[in-house]
């Protein structure tokens, strides 16, 4: 097909905007038992309803949860761990209660079985479950709050038993409790020790969670235990009991998070590397390695921002396997190989299943029913370049314009878009995403950063926005702008940038305290940073003091300082923002109170809010309606003008 030229930036595109709500199905916590793999499935087109789903490795699919029970923990608000599948049982956490229930998954499947329920405990959230075979319990996070009584102190968080069967069924026993988090509660085979996480205020998990194991008493409760890894400066993720009774546990006290394993009394490392196989846990139950059956090991992690799936011989070395995908989560070793989230670079997300071999994976589920014209995916190409007050490398995937009907005229330059991610204790998605796709294949470049304080390239990149959240974050967002206008790839004068949550500050600040941006997009950003620790929950609370190198008490100035809001009047450029009515996490009031100070000075601005979504827009019609009125913003105050026809 020979290619028109047209304006960049206002190609026809088959990617509509419901291409982002048909792409949008989420896959969540991996977990395997009895030859199926089981996943968690969220679905724009039910209400966001997340459903947990089982396939063999022969491509038998089956739906375990029937409508209209929904499987989501609201531990931490962002939860995470909300089932756990062993010995033919299925465990989850309902959605409308936060109550545990209970399926029994026949040989034949489990479709159509109602689940029963297990506990009946208003005030009650659980997630990141284990089974105790030996006393026939759950083991769970617990997180037990008065959201009745307005005013309420913050919720307690502590490590629960359940019990399953006899007169005693449902009932809830404190086993472990005096932190402010815990998560990972994990038995050893012979239901003997107990190992788990806990971290306190002001600290988040990955950057203080510590490791600790104890014995069991005879009725089961936790004594004698001891710190093994993690606290004060480095912390401990993913504990996880082999067979022989060692415990494997990932820990960043290298610089990088590597493997290490507690034999006896003596904790050492396991392949030591430049790499990094931990994450932020932002999300209950997050794992990026497995024990095989024969005591080896399989990992998915990050080096130099690639993805790298790799074993661990019987001698402790570390071997690459051949990857073809591009992201890794959720990791579940099986026979011959493992399963997981598999991320592509030019295609939908997918439950995959890897032998290890570089063969083409087994794909046991698409994350939607799209047939993607790969003549209109733009693959993510991995970029580094000078940012930052101090020039250190940044780095990020640059998207060019992808169109198989349409080029742009000679000479000229694609406008761009500067993606932010959130957290920011986060990374940018290293498969295939709707947004860079949606924009490139209309004729616009796109540059998604990981800039400072970005995970997968180890602790001192991560804390480079430590006490710098606001201005490192922007620099680097900034320094992306120039790289494009450099390097030929855009037109300097049409660079928008875009982002969500953390992402949607950067977006502000960026638009505050740059002049490098012509337009902005944030959605559920922040906007007061007071207000927003005055609102927070309990999770973050300490977060902020971490970002802005602030102490509880000492921090109104700091506060202010780095607040868009405070900066207002320096916001010249157009801005649209996105917002979810019931967000707990970022409230209303933040895109409010700045949607209404830009209107008193009359900027362009376009606010769009949404009833009955939260921090994270999981609706279809939502998805849709953000997609449509952000590219409709940006062509028009870009001046990207769609001709008809």
Known sequence: MRQRSRPFGTWPSPLKPDFAAMAGRRFGQVQSDGGWIYWTESRPEEQGRQVIMRATLAGEVEEVLPAPFSARSRVHEYGGGEFLVADGMVVFVNAADQDLYILSAAPAGVSGQAPVRLTHAPGHRFADMALDRRRNRLLAVCERTDATESGAPPPENLIVAIALDGQRRGKIVDLVRGSDFYAAPRLRYDGMRLAWLSWDLPAMPWE????HVAELDDSGRPHRPRRVA????????QPEWAPDGRLYFVWDRSGWGNIHVLEGERVRSVAPCAAEFGQPLWQLGARTYDIRSDGGLVAAFYRDGRLVVGQV??????????T???????MRATVG??????GFARDLPAIVHLDLSGAPPAILRRSGDL???????????PVSFPGGAAHQQVHGLYYAPANARYRGPRGARPPALVLVHGGPTASADRGLKPKPQFYASRGFCVLDVDYAGSTLYGSDYRRRLDGNWGVADVADCAAAARFLADEGLA?????AIAGSSAGGYTVLMALATTDVFAAGSSAYGISDLELLLSDTHKFESGYLHSLLGTRPGGSRQRFKERSPLAHVDMISAPVVLFQGLEDKVVPPAQSRLIVEALRRR???VAYHEFAGEGHGFRRAATIKAVYKAELGFLQRVLGLVPEKG
């Open 371 to 381: 047939e993607l014209d790969q003549r209109y995916i733009s693959e993510g190409v």
């Open 230 to 237: 993690g606290g004060e400066d480095t912390a401990a993720f």
């Open 602 to 604: 009359g900027i362009d």
């Open 324 to 330: 073809p995908v591009a992201s890794l989560d959720g």
């Open 313 to 322: 011989d019987a001698q402790e070395r570390l071997h690459d396997c051949p």
């Open 337 to 342: 190989g493992v399963a997981g989230v598999g």
């Open 208 to 211: 203080a969670a510590a490791l």
């Open 491 to 495: 037109d300097p004068r049409r660079v």
